[in-house]
């Protein structure tokens, strides 16, 4: 649908900002260089604070940066304002105009395209039925539920066709259920529309659910670009491991390639480029691991807990406490508070930083 | 670490913006030269003479035995004033948000009240305390036989103020003690205090900056005030009427400026503690919503002297208006009670009242506009753009709100007679009822813009910004956008600027020329006079006048206000 398929890229883009309290300057972003192929979705990801949404707003034009440029395809953008940009944001509280309907909001960017308004009229009762509001047209935005105040927002942002689609953590304001299947429904329509979007969310579950490839930041720092599944499996470093899932870290010592000893005993585990001799953080992750009776790790049970789906173990190894969910449990031995058990550790699931 | 980066990207997206910065531009231009300049050409005409830099004009002001009296006069009244309105404000506000009103007629009243200051001439009520309590007063002579009571003066001034200005404290404590969450005082209740126990160590306490607030917003308007003192204050002067006097009587147009500086350096003061001390504290305390309503009081030893006392008052100051229309229908008043048009018809024939009423109109008519869409765009520049002259703009505009109209008319006077710094230029401006547009602008301005800004500071940003993301520039945003939503604060900007325009008379009376009638101006030539019944006669028909035009602009709000279909959506 889109005219042209634009990436985006920042390079060595930085923001400062004031802190109000202290009247000192950090940096909100600090040297961040992303590459945005045209066509993939993309979710920048971090908890409150990181810069996340300070990144998008750049790429929109709200803010200007410090430091470095972005280029929307091969142009530059950095001097130009957000109304001559290429790109079209969702926000996160929607920000629909409350004086029109359903129909002029979503006709609004058009009309300043200065589109015939036939052609306006079928652009719009198009991109509706892609959001699945046909027929809402003459509804004021006050007359739909919060999932239908976003399907609009999207629906306005895409019928101008923009090189770029800008989320701003679009589902913080849905209950968790709609969550889950507006997401489903994003990614539909944004495969369907065959646009490159950025998207910014704090949620991780929802950053894996969606997206080609997950930037994810913390203190204005990128630490990690990659697909959801290499942010999972091998972490850049202990922030991500932990942020993305839930990650136990144990320490170790690199023993040969892809061989690790804890507390003296060795285990394969994948050591990257970590040198032989270092010490390191094993990362495990709670469904990388079962309880048994004989093993090579001893540890003790501190708590279990049935949760259905798993059994919940926290367990003590030397002096770190490890979280281990054991999934599956009806047929499965259950440990007690108090038992001394060894730790069984699936194939291939353990990663050294 | 530089920001410049940012800052140079930002200049240039504003400067990508031509309609914008003109706008901007055109608006330091007007503020600068017409609220700055003229405060800033007092400054030099009291502070430099042939010798170079002096203060032997404050001198020889400051040695007037009249002009010292005037000092101590106007803030031993606005003292007074402030502390009563405060008080009284506050005791009609707590009865309306802490106490059942059970009748109409009482919820009738109140209303009545808080509009009052809104559609009221400033002097209405000197007319009627001397129509009531003065030489030939009713109550005074023919209800209490007392045949040489004399209202002018302190008490005069003092009761007429406190009376105009208690309502708008009223209306200022009423929002904050709203914001009070009944909960704090249903726990004070809760552990054992008595009702005026918690009134005295719960609620008293946490609006404690609001009474200041409210008793400095007060002050400022009481010695800024002209027209009751000019009415009513017989021999008693105050700063206004005595630079008037100044200017008007000796043509001392270098003393008077000193005087102005003297009145400005005090409302000045009092402002700025009140907008940046008083008023950030009094929010901050109460910014909360309360968590759900509050209990009224039923109690009947509480309801029914508090209601009492408050509809006494209350009763009282609608007599006062009453009395008005009655004046200008009484053949002479205090002496012969026989009903008469023949005031109203004297006003017309013999006075010119339709050429008076036809020049009053037509000026508010084109300055209410003006002032309306200027606060607006203000307002919208402040709450949603960064600029570098942001701060200056909402800086000056707020400034001219502690400008009183006497200073700001000597201003113009010294500013603007002989062109600007005399050279000539604009010069033409001086003695036109352009002038005159240009002075109800800069007077009703800064009502205008923090309704405006209130009003923008509702509204998510993401809205604004979206539309902007969709590819309209800050001109397209503001028309389809912004003024849409904030309709309603533009159409109450439009009618109370009207409405001040048409009842103002302390920057005009110094700058009108025989050209234009002014009902203002005429009003207080009659009352000087004594001709009571030609001054009421004016006066109820400019209270028709302003009252029709708040009635008319809350059936429009009624039927075309959009923001009520947006506030709707909460």
């Known amino acids: ?353 | 670490m530089a920001k410049s980066q940012s800052a140079s990207l930002d200049r240039k997206k504003l400067l990508a913006d031509p309609i914008m910065v003109t706008t901007i531009v055109l608006l330091i231009v007007f503020l600068t030269i017409f609220i700055l300049y003229p405060l800033t050409i007092l400054l030099v005409d009291s502070f430099i003479s042939d010798s170079g830099i002096t203060l032997d004009t404050f001198k020889r002001v400051m040695e007037l035995a009249n002009f010292r009296r005037a000092i101590t006069n106007t803030l031993k009244v606005g003292f007074l004033v402030g502390i009563a309105s405060a008080l009284i404000g506050l005791l009609f506000a707590y009865v309306e948000v802490y106490v059942k009103l059970r009748t109409r007629f009482m919820e009738g009243l109140f209303k009545v009240v808080s509009m009052l200051p809104v559609v009221s001439p400033p002097f209405v009520l000197s007319l009627s305390m001397i129509m009531l309590f003065g030489k030939a007063g009713i109550i005074t002579r023919f209800l209490l036989k007392i045949y040489d009571n004399s209202v002018y003066g302190f008490w005069g001034i003092a009761i007429v103020q406190t009376l105009t200005f208690f309502p708008v404290c009223y209306m200022m404590l009423k929002g904050l003690l709203k914001n009070i969450d009944p909960s704090l005082e249903e726990a004070a209740r809760d552990m054992g205090a008595s009702r005026f126990k918690v009134f005295m160590t719960v609620t008293f306490p946490l609006i404690l900056p609001g009474l200041g607030n409210a008793f400095l917003v007060t002050f400022i308007e009481s010695i800024a005030d002209f027209a009751n003192p000019m009415i009513i204050g017989g021999s008693y002067d105050t700063l206004a009427t005595t630079i008037y006097l100044q200017i008007t009587g000796a043509y001392d147009k270098e003393g008077a400026a000193a005087m102005a500086v003297v009145l400005l350096g005090i409302t000045l003061i009092m402002f700025v503690v009140q907008k940046y001390y008083l008023e950030a504290k009094s929010t901050a305390t109460l910014s909360g919503k309360a968590s759900r309503e509050r209990m009224l009081i039923t109690d009947k030893s509480v309801t029914v002297p508090l209601t009492i006392i408050c509809s006494a008052l209350a009763i009282f100051v609608v007599l006062m208006y009453i009395c008005v229309p009655f004046g200008a229908m009484f053949r002479t008043w205090g002496y012969d009670f026989h009903l008469t048009f023949k005031w109203f018809g004297q006003v017309f024939t013999k006075y010119k009242g339709f050429k008076a009423f036809k020049d009053s109109f037509i000026l508010s008519f084109i300055s209410a506009p003006i002032t309306a869409l200027l606060s607006m765009i203000i307002s919208y520049l402040v709450v949603k753009k960064k600029f570098k002259a942001k701060g200056f703009i909402e800086a000056v505009s707020m400034l001219a709100m502690a400008v009183p109209g006497t200073v700001l008319g000597i201003g113009y006077i010294r500013g603007f007679s002989g062109g600007i710094f005399g050279s000539g230029f604009l010069q033409g401006l001086y003695g036109t009822g352009m002038i005159l547009v240009i002075v109800f602008i800069v007077r009703s301005l800064p009502t205008g813009t923090r309704s405006g800004i209130s009003a923008l500071r509702q509204i998510d940003k993401s809205i604004e910004e979206s539309a902007y993301d969709m590819g309209a520039d800050s001109f397209k945003v503001f028309m389809t956008v912004t003024l849409p939503l904030i309709k309603d604060s533009f159409l109450s900007g439009f009618v109370t600027s009207f409405v001040r325009s048409i009842t103002a008379i302390s920057a005009i009376i110094l700058l009108v020329t025989p050209s234009y009638l002014l009902i203002t101006v005429q009003i207080n030539e009659f009352a000087e006079k004594g001709s009571y019944g030609i001054a009421c006669a004016f006066a109820s028909i400019l209270i028709l006048i302003t009252y029709g035009s708040v009635l008319i602009m809350n059936i429009l709000m009624k039927y075309f206000g959009t923001s009520r279909k947006v506030k709707a959506l909460d």
């Open chain 1, 1 to 353: 649908m889109a005219k042209e398929k634009k990436g985006v890229r920042l390079e060595h883009i930085s923001k400062i900002y004031k802190d109000p309290k202290t009247g000192k300057d950090f940096y909100a972003v600090h040297d961040a260089n992303i590459e945005i192929e045209p066509g993939s979705f993309v979710t920048l990801l971090g908890p409150s604070g990181c810069g996340k949404t300070t990144t998008l707003r750049m790429i929109a034009g709200f803010e200007s940066p410090d430091e470095g440029e972005i280029y929307l395809g091969n142009e530059p953008i950095n001097a130009l304002t957000p109304n001559k940009r290429d790109t079209a944001m969702v926000f996160q509280s929607y920000a629909l105009l409350p004086h029109y309907n359903i129909f002029d909001n979503v006709a609004y960017g058009l009309k300043l395209r200065k589109v015939p308004a036939d052609e306006i009229k079928r652009k719009v009762t198009d991109i509706l039925r892609l959001v699945g509001l046909e027929g809402m047209e003459n509804r004021m935005t006050n007359q739909l539920s919060g999932g239908q105040q976003q399907r609009v927002a999207l629906a306005r942002a895409l019928v101008i066709e923009p090189g770029v689609l800008l989320f701003d953590e679009p589902l913080s304001n849905l209950d968790a259920k709609l969550r889950v299947s507006m997401r489903t429904e994003i990614r539909r329509i944004q495969q369907e529309a065959g646009i490159t979007a950025v998207y910014v969310t704090h949620d991780q579950s929802e950053a894996m659910a969606i997206s080609d490839k997950v930037i994810i930041m913390n203190g204005g720092l990128v630490e990690q670009i990659s697909t959801p599944q290499e942010a999972y499996y091998y972490p850049n470093n202990k922030f991500v491991a932990d942020f993305i899932g839930e990650a136990n870290f144990i320490k170790g010592t690199v023993k040969k390639q892809d061989v690790v000893e804890i507390q003296g005993t060795e285990i394969e585990c994948a050591t990257g480029s970590l040198d032989v001799g270092a010490e390191c953080d094993i990362v495990l992750r709670p469904e990388g691991a079962t309880l048994s009776d004989t093993g090579s790790i001893k540890g003790c049970v501190k708590y279990s807990c049935f949760m259905g789906a798993y059994q919940d173990y926290h367990v003590l190894v030397g002096d770190t406490l490890v979280k281990i969910q054991d999934y599956n449990p009806k047929n499965k031995k259950i440990y007690n508070v108090g038992e001394d058990i060894f730790l069984k550790f699936e194939n291939d699931t353990l990663y050294a930083l």
